[in-house]
């Protein structure tokens, strides 16, 4: 996804300039929603994946802003906002290999850490 924005964030490490259109579910699923301007995120990587993902790569930001949007509003939870993840790093320009091997630590992740009501 070309011009997508970002800037520091004030509470948090990043947030987006200008409104994100996204398509939840993918390209012809129908199910879009607007990312508001200023929604502030953070792309949590373990300090033991920074030297494969900087939390600041340009081309995972995308993938952080979909995730975390879609769990903070209740959108969905961890194991579809993972796949979500994935989708915007491939929109964002990622790296095919690497965002496929980051992305199922986050779907692993997702599924393992069933702690809070609903997976979420």
Known sequence: MDGVKFERGLE????????????????GSGRHITIPAHTEFESSVPRLGRWFISRD??????????????????IYGRPQAAAEWYDGAMAGGAPPTKAKL????IAAWAVFRQTDKGGR
């Open 12 to 27: 948090r490490r990043w947030r987006n300039v200008e409104p994100v259109p996204w398509e939840v579910g993918g390209i």
């Open 102 to 105: 980051a992305f199922v630590a």
């Open 57 to 74: 790569d340009p081309a995972f930001l995308l993938a952080a802003l979909v995730h975390d949007y879609l769990l903070e509003a209740g």
